[in-house]
């Protein structure tokens, strides 16, 4: 396998983070257009909240709540917003199985 094939694929898109099932996307019922993009992550007792909206032509909000407080906030591209979500998934789920017990 090449390295182009063993990299993983960022989302760039809502659309792209909708086609993992771990993302919940709601639309308006007139046009289809997205208005919010969730997804729950838990790891260790810790559960946190990633959600995107677009807040302007262009632009979208990014936030991170955390206990029921947004601990971070980010405003960029949805491209920009959707690849940072993606990678704040990636970084609080556990990389692979527990190390074993000695």
Do not use: K, Y
């Amino acid at each position: 396998m090449d390295l182009e094939q063993s990299e993983e694929l960022v989302p760039r898109s809502v659309a792209e983070l909708a086609a993992d099932p771990a993302w919940t996307v709601t639309r308006t019922g007139t046009t289809g257009q997205w208005l919010t993009a969730e997804r729950v992550v838990e790891h260790n007792g810790h559960r946190r909240l990633i959600g995107l909206t677009p807040i302007r032509p262009g632009t979208v909000a990014l936030m991170l709540w955390s206990g029921g407080e947004v601990v971070e906030h980010v405003r960029g591209t949805e491209a920009e917003v959707c690849a940072t979500a993606h990678r704040w998934a990636a970084e609080f789920l556990p990389a692979g199985p527990p190390p074993p017990r000695e």
